[in-house]
């Protein structure tokens, strides 16, 4: 399958900094990849859907100045979480997009622990 | 409001037994349904279902869907300690843009 990495695997950051989460495709193009949110034991929660070149759309109670998302390549999204506080400490993953001729599939990244002291 | 439901919560099984994970849907312009296992990182991609009927195998695991009904299962059989995780179901449809609706997630616990 497809591979996508994000950088940094885990980050622990002071209160009130912001952090720049990087979410790679490797060996595929994607004009499309989607940001989530996990917190333990939960499942996924869609944060936002990146589009390269365009604007970021994100979801219902998301706040974009926030969570700010940038798709400048074909290959690179990156998530930026602005002063950062405790409650923002969660797991993010970045999904890609890749069209089949079965259907649209999602390939997952590695995940990035953030911790917000 | 897309909505997708996975049943049971959370199982608990002997290594051998055979294990059946639900999810049901209810999604406007339904393009596929994907099963991922997530194990302690990011979910990995076990099978995406498009089809009514058609079965899809890897190994041990099976899944199938059922576009009347609107639901899919999947199956595990010969369980192993491995096999522990949690079962993600989500539904792709909607938008263009290929954006995932998951369920609650199904968190599997095998004993040796």
Not at chain 1, 58 to 69: A, N, R, S, T
Not at chain 2, 46 to 75: C, V
Not at chain 2, 77 to 105: E, M, N, P
Request: glycine content about 8%.
């Amino acid at each position: 399958g497809a591979v996508v990495s994000q950088h940094p695997s885990w980050v622990i950051c002071k209160s009130g900094t912001s952090v720049k989460i990087e979410c790679r495709s490797l060996d595929f193009q994607a004009t499309t990849m989607f940001w989530y949110r996990q917190f333990p034991k939960q499942s996924l929660m869609l944060m936002a859907t990146s589009n390269e070149g365009s604007k970021a759309t994100y979801e219902q109670g998301v706040e974009k100045d926030k969570f700010l998302i940038n798709h400048a390549s074909l290959t690179l999204s990156t998530l930026t979480v602005t002063s950062a506080h405790p409650e923002d400490s969660s797991f993010y993953i970045c999904s890609a997009r890749v069209s089949g001729r079965g259907g649209d599939t999602q390939y997952f990244g590695p995940g990035t622990r953030l911790t917000v002291l | 409001e897309d909505k997708v439901v996975q049943s049971p919560l959370s199982l608990v099984v002997h290594e051998g037994d055979t294990v059946t994970l639900n999810c049901s849907y209810e999604v406007t312009n339904f393009r596929s349904l994907l099963w991922y296992k997530q194990e302690k990182k990011a979910p990995t991609f076990l099978f995406m279902l498009t089809s009514s009927g058609i079965e899809k195998k890897s190994g041990r695991l099976s899944s199938i869907l059922d576009k009347k009904e609107l639901f899919s299962i999947l199956n595990i059989t010969a369980t192993q300690t491995g096999d522990s995780a949690i079962y993600l179901c989500a539904v792709a449809g909607g938008t263009s843009y290929g954006k995932l609706t998951f369920g609650q997630g199904t968190i599997l616990t095998v004993h040796p």
